[in-house]
T-cell receptor, first 111, second 115 residues
Framework: QQQVKQSPQSLIVQKGGISIINCAYE??????FPWYQQFPGKGPALLIA?????SEKKEGRFTISFNKSAKQFSLHIMDSQPGDSATYFC??????????FGTGTRLTIIP | EAGVTQFPSHSVIEKGQTVTLRCDPI?????LYWYRRVMGKEIKFLLH????????ESGMPNNRFLAERTGGTYSTLKVQPAELEDSGVYFC?????????????FGEGSWLTVV
């Protein structure tokens, strides 16, 4: 059972454009929603995270939008750059419990 | 401060052989997790240690997989005997105990190929 659904599977965005990746979750007990960025040959690295008590969190060019009633959250990358090309995973957990990951989005930024 | 380190980084073994993966978490991190990503699919949870105790091993696929965490420090994940479907990248991660939302730090992974 896939508890966190992520889309799209792959995404191509022109340099300077906005990249948007969406996730939906099922378990209402989740209280922490991180996004991880993974470059080829490397492990996932925390990019930005949000708790359900806020609807938006922004860090630089990266923004998480959170809709608790719809059980959805999304990552927006503004002014996308070639260096942002990577695989992005949304995830969710509660307490110290395991992270449940989405299936990943392979983002490619083209010049 | 050293991050989560994993060894070996890459391993190619034949079906039926044994492989042992090692993880050294960030010093002081009591939570240690093993995850696996197979063939471009999602990163799947395998198990969770709190110190030396197995907190949750619900993701372990079968009894060919054995994880240990000696003295609450480093951890090993042994696959014996390895099967073709065990190929993938095995990630170790760690985090401190405490409130919800502590960052979970990942290692670079051990890439396992079973041929």
């Amino acid at each position: 059972q896939q508890q966190v659904k992520q889309s799209p599977q792959s995404l191509i965005v022109q340099k300077g454009g906005i990249s948007i990746i969406n996730c939906a979750y099922e378990n209402t007990a989740f209280d922490y929603f991180p996004w991880y960025q993974q470059f080829p040959g490397k492990g996932p690295a925390l990019l930005i995270a949000i708790r359900p008590d806020v609807s938006e969190k922004k860090e630089g060019r990266f923004t998480i939008s959170f809709n608790k009633s719809a059980k959805q959250f999304s990552l927006h990358i503004m002014d996308s750059q070639p260096g942002d090309s990577a695989t992005y995973f949304c995830a969710a957990n509660f307490g110290n419990e395991k992270l449940t990951f989405g299936t990943g989005t392979r983002l490619t930024i083209i010049p | 401060e050293a991050g989560v380190t994993q060894f070996p980084s890459h391993s190619v073994i034949e079906k039926g052989q044994t492989v042992t993966l090692r993880c050294d978490p960030i010093s002081g991190h009591d939570n240690l997790y093993w995850y696996r990503r197979v063939m471009g699919k999602e990163i799947k949870f395998l198990l969770h240690f709190v110190k030396e105790s197995k907190q949750d091993e619900s993701g372990m696929p079968n009894n060919r997989f054995l994880a240990e965490r000696t003295g609450g420090t480093y951890s090993t994940l042994k696959v014996q005997p390895a099967e073709l479907e065990d190929s993938g990248v095995y990630f170790c991660a760690s985090s401190p105990l405490g409130r919800s939302g502590n960052t979970i730090y990942f290692g670079e992974g051990s890439w396992l190929t079973v041929v």
